[in-house]
């Protein structure tokens, strides 16, 4: 009896490794998915950040609030798919993952933020407030500088981990 129980324990401990591997590998695929919706968010946030900025250049204000609001909007998206990610992970235990997605979860709070400068620029555009209005614009412009470096750095960590990034 004892010389049954020693190859259903290896049995049960082979399934058990299986089985984790295989989690391990779906969360991995998981976040493969996911950060190719985070960066889907990212562009369409940036492309129409771009476009505010080139409607607020042009005067056209209430065309600049719509682009805002979009890119609020796909920035808002990419930071909640970021959540979901990093939560994956932690659950990896991978620090390099969870380096990634904090990384992009900061780069995210601060196009947020630089949208949100540039949307509460318009107003004072439209009221000929210049003072306050560059305020605000020279926030938009700060914080997306930062996420840009973030961004450089977020590359970096992958450029050094190629092995674990598609």
Request: charged share 20%; proline share 1%; aromatic share 8%.
């Amino acid at each position: 009896m004892v010389n049954m129980r020693k190859p259903t324990l290896i049995l049960a401990l082979l399934i058990l490794v299986a089985f984790s591997s295989g989690c391990i590998h779906s969360e991995v695929s998981r976040m493969d998915q996911l950060a190719s919706n985070i960066n889907d968010h990212l562009k369409g946030g940036d492309s129409y950040y771009n476009q505010a900025v080139a409607s607020t250049n042009r005067f056209q204000y209430d065309q600049a609030l719509t682009q805002t609001n979009n890119a609020l909007n796909e920035f808002d998206l990419g930071r909640s798919t970021t959540q979901e990610a990093l939560i994956y992970a932690r659950n990896s235990g991978k620090q390099v993952y969870i380096d990634y997605f904090q990384l992009t979860l900061q780069e995210l709070d601060l196009r947020l933020n630089a949208t949100s400068e540039l949307k509460m620029a318009i107003p004072y555009l439209q009221g000929n407030e210049t003072t306050s209005a560059n305020k605000h614009l020279d926030l938009a412009n700060d914080y997306m500088k930062s996420s840009v470096d973030l961004a450089t750095q977020k590359s970096q960590l992958v450029q050094d981990n190629m092995a674990l990034f598609k």
